[in-house]
């Protein structure tokens, strides 16, 4: 009966290790076989001990369960570049679970102490390898991504082609850059992208 109550904890901890929330269902399942098997044996180390382990189990559930479904994370800020050149713009093809397949801006998360400028040309050059300038505050979307949960505030910097030729920087996110005019967008297009067209945009006439 040890052995199956050591296999049983085992994999809670494993479970939990992994980030599955089931883990801590597991292990609190297997808490009243470890009293009892305690008492019999009169092993009351043991006992108190899993009286620790229950209580820490128990508020694991209640932080995966419960307290995570009412306090989800705060929106986050994007800078989305829109970079011209010859009355074009420039749009990659996403990889990775957020947006997979969907055309998109170059862009990324604004980090701590960063302008929207510096943002905009970090993460241009990160991705893409260009040079941009001429760069400015264009518009905003409030992009909420209902199947994945996520909430950003999307800031579009509108910019300029300097120098340079695209290339895939980063390949684990990006399977190609092309440039399309704004009359003929491929699709599908990234969300915020879609939430720019509903609010009738136009790059080119800013």
Request: with cysteine.
């Amino acid at each position: 009966m040890q052995a199956g109550l050591l296999i049983l904890g085992a994999s809670a901890i494993y479970m939990i290790a992994k980030k599955n929330k089931w883990g801590f269902v597991v292990g609190l399942a297997s808490q009243p076989f470890w009293f009892a098997t305690s008492i019999i044996n009169n092993q009351w180390g043991i006992f108190f001990l899993n009286f620790i382990y229950t209580f820490s189990f128990m508020i694991g559930i209640y932080e995966w369960f419960f307290k995570g479904k009412n306090n989800k994370s705060n929106p986050r800020i994007g800078v989305a570049v829109i970079v011209l050149k010859d009355n074009k713009v420039l749009l990659g093809k996403r990889k990775g679970k957020h947006g997979e397949g969907d055309w998109a801006f170059p862009g990324g998360h604004l980090e701590n102490g960063e302008t929207w400028e510096d943002c905009a040309r970090r993460e241009v050059k990160e991705e893409t390898g260009i040079e941009i300038d001429n760069i400015s505050f264009s518009t905003a979307t409030n992009d909420i991504f209902e199947n994945s949960g996520k909430h950003y505030s999307t800031i579009y910097m509108i910019s300029q082609h300097k120098s340079g030729e695209v290339k895939i920087m980063e390949k684990d996110k990006c399977e190609k850059w092309e440039w399309f005019s704004w009359e003929s967008l491929p699709e599908p297009l990234f969300l915020p992208i879609e939430n720019l067209l509903k609010n009738g945009y136009k790059p080119l006439s800013k």
